[in-house]
C-alpha cells in the first residue's frame, strides 16, 4: 500500500479520478462501484485507485470510528461476489493528518470491463458514472491479458514464496510436467522454471494455473474452487443423507480425495448367471471419474459455486458452474 506521505498528498489534491472521499459506511453498494471504477482505470494511469473512508469532500474528519469490525466489511467487499472479477485491493486503517481513517487502495485490473451487479463503473474526474457502451469497448480494448486464457491470467497481490506450496511444485509438479531426460539436462532455477510452464508471470506473479494446482490457500481466491459431495439414501433431496463431504485444497488433491470418495460409494452386486460369479458395478469408476473431472477442468473459477456431486439412490447428478462453451446451446447440444 503507499506510504503516508504519499496518502497525505493524495487527501490534499482533493477527489479526482483516482481519489474519493467518503464521509459514511451506510452505503456499501457506492463503495462497491468506487472500487470497479478505480479497477477500470478507464483513463489509464496504471496506477492504484484510492478510496478514503471518514473524510469529508473538503478532506476533513468526518469524526468516524475505524474499528476491526469495519475494516472486515471492507475487506469482505473483494469476494462478496457482487464485483466480477475480483479485484485487486488492499484495505487498512491509516492516521493521516491526524484523522483516523479507512484507506482501500484498488489496482487496475488486467482485465477489465470490471462489473458491480452486471453494471460496468468508471471514474469521470472527481465523480462516479456508468460506462458508456463506447466506454465499456475501450475498457476490453486494453486488456493487458484479454486474449490469454483464464487460467494463464496473474492473480494481483499473490505472491510465489507466500502462496504457493513450492516444494509439491519440485517434487510432484515438475516431474509430471517435464520429462526425466529434460530434467536432467536442466540447470534452470525454480523461478525460471515457474515461467516455463506459464506458472509465474516474466514479473513473478502467479498465475491462476499455479494457485489452483499448488497454492496454499486455493479457496482464498477462488471461494468456489472445491467440490460438495452429498449421497442421499431417496431418490430426491431429503435429510437422509448415506455420506457427504467438502473437498478443498490443490486440485491434484481434491481429485485423488474424489476418486477414494467414488470408489466407497460404488456398490456392487453378485451376477449369478453362467458358470462363474462376476461383480457388477452400480456404475463403471472409469465413467464416472472421467465425468466429475470434466465438471472440474471446465468450469468458471470467477463463481462462487463448487462443483456439486449429488447422489440419488437411483442416479448421480453433476453440476458445475459456467455455461456451454461458444456456440454450443441446448437445442444444438450433441450435433456435429
Known sequence: MLRDDELVELIRRGESDRVE???STTDLDKVRQAICAF?????????????????????????????DKLLQRLGGLR?????????????????????DVAVIQVEPSDNPPVKVDGRCWIRV???????????????????????????????????IERDLDLMKFSNEYLPAAVSPEVLRENDRQLIEQLQALRLTTPDGIPTATALLMLGRDPRYWFPGAYIQFVRFAENELSNTTLD????????PEQLRALDLLLKRNIGTALDLRG?????????????????????????????????????FADRVEIRNPG?????????????P
Open 244 to 251: 457427504q463431504a467438502e473437498l478443498s485444497g490443490p486440485l
Open 323 to 335: 455455461s456451454v462453451y461458444g456456440d454450443v446451446t441446448k437445442e444444438n447440444f450433441g450435433q
Open 39 to 67: 479497477a477500470n482505470d478507464l483513463p489509464d494511469h496504471r496506477q492504484p485507485g484510492v478510496f478514503f473512508m471518514g473524510l469529508k469532500d473538503d478532506g476533513s474528519s468526518a469524526g468516524l470510528t475505524i474499528d
Open 125 to 159: 474526474g472527481p465523480r462516479r458514472a456508468q460506462a458508456t457502451a463506447g466506454e465499456e469497448r475501450r475498457l476490453t480494448e486494453k486488456r493487458a491479458w484479454g486474449n490469454l486464457p483464464y487460467d494463464a491470467h496473474p492473480v494481483p497481490l499473490s505472491s
Open 21 to 23: 472521499f467518503t464521509e
Open 275 to 311: 458358470t462363474t460369479h462376476a461383480e457388477k458395478p452400480d456404475y463403471p469408476f472409469d465413467a464416472l471419474r472421467e465425468l466429475v473431472r470434466n465438471a472440474v477442468i471446465h468450469r468458471t473459477y470467477e463463481s462462487y459455486t463448487p462443483v456439486r456431486v449429488t447422489w
Open 79 to 99: 469476494n462478496d461476489g457482487k464485483i466480477l472479477p475480483f479485484p485487486a485491493m488492499e484495505v487498512d486503517k491509516r492516521l493521516l493528518n491526524g484523522i
